[in-house]
């Protein structure tokens, strides 16, 4: 018997219509990207309102000539633009009292860094208690703020957030800036300390439909590096002075950047108690986007009782 060939099965080509297609695909996930990224910045920037008003409170006044000392007009452009933003409703009254905590904790910690020669503020001023102006409470303010707003703006949500054991280490954190003048300086075991307790901890945030997710830790570094850029503006607009800035400004050491994302720690730690615990440990459930979105964007499946409720 004779049997006849089989036939080959060539694989099926594309043409040109499917990769045209597939370029489009392509081109519309970039365009949603980019579009993403803007919508980030933008939110980004409407969270730093108040530091960016302080920050233009600080340029101004630099170059203004003001009828009274400057230290003190910073005090009063500070409570002013407080109550703009409370007026506009930029701030809620509950929102402004958090930022004013923010305030009073700074300035108890500015008073005792000022005493021990961490840092000066060289001008003169009527409001200056024990060399610190009283306006120097808004920096802090500031981040309180920026926390405060942008947990808002991005809709913040947590899991496997550790509130107990993040507040410790964010409370040993804060008193280690106090003690290590004259006690060992234990940051750095204090920042292992603060990975190990968040290790697993995702935070969730929205930018347009998307939700997405980055590990808590790593957002608490790239605030305190920001932190860091602002703070070289700040002492280059002579908002104050480090020991190494008196005769002329140099860029701040860059273990200051460390220092800062610890000390964001701290403030996030006080913002997740002023809010309510069942949104702290809540994470959003929201659904859209591009599928091919990157992968630490939060999908519908995540677990069902990490939802806001």
């Known amino acids: 018997m004779i049997h006849s060939p089989r036939p080959r099965v060539l694989p099926l080509r594309e043409g040109p219509t499917d990769r045209s297609e597939q370029k489009e695909t392509r081109v519309e996930k970039w365009k949603h990207r980019i579009a993403q990224f803007v919508r980030f910045g933008l939110l980004e920037a409407w969270s730093c309102a108040f530091a960016v008003g302080i920050f233009i409170g600080l340029a101004a006044s630099s170059v203004i000539p003001l009828p009274i000392p400057r230290y003190d007009a910073l005090l009063v452009y500070g409570i002013v633009l407080t109550a703009i933003f409370w007026g506009l409703r930029l701030e809620t009254g509950r929102e402004v009292l958090a930022i004013l905590g923010f305030h009073i904790v700074g300035l108890v910690f500015e008073l005792f860094k000022v005493h021990m020669g961490s840092w000066s503020y060289p001008e003169d001023a009527w409001t200056k208690i024990g060399g610190v102006p009283l306006y120097s409470g808004f920096m802090y303010a500031a981040v309180g703020s920026y926390v405060v707003r942008a947990w808002k703006l991005f809709d913040l949500g947590l899991s496997g957030y550790r509130p107990l054991a993040t507040?410790?280490?964010?409370?040993?954190?804060?008193?280690?800036?106090?003690?290590?003048?004259?006690?060992?300086?234990?940051?750095?075991?204090?920042?292992?300390?603060?990975?190990?307790?968040?290790?697993?901890?995702?935070?969730?945030?929205?930018?347009?439909?998307?939700?997405?997710?980055?590990?808590?830790?790593?957002?608490?570094?790239?605030?305190?590096?920001?932190?860091?850029?602002?703070?070289?503006?700040?002492?280059?607009?002579g908002a104050w002075r480090y020991p190494h800035q008196i005769n002329a400004w140099a860029m701040v050491h860059p273990s200051k950047f460390g220092a800062w994302a610890l000390l964001v720690t701290v403030s996030f730690v006080l913002v997740a108690v002023w809010k309510h615990p069942r949104q702290v440990g809540a994470v959003a459930d929201h659904s859209g986007g591009d599928p091919g979105d990157d992968a630490t964007a939060a999908r519908s499946d995540e677990p069902s009782e990490a939802a806001r409720p």
Do not use: C, Q
């Open 167 to 237: 507040g410790i280490v964010a409370a040993l954190i804060y008193v280690n800036f106090l003690t290590h003048h004259w006690l060992p300086d234990a940051r750095l075991l204090l920042a292992v300390a603060m990975v190990i307790v968040t290790w697993g901890g995702w935070v969730y945030f929205t930018v347009g439909k998307v939700r997405y997710r980055m590990p808590l830790a790593l957002s608490f570094v790239l605030i305190g590096f920001f932190l860091w850029v602002a703070e070289n503006i700040s002492t280059l607009l």
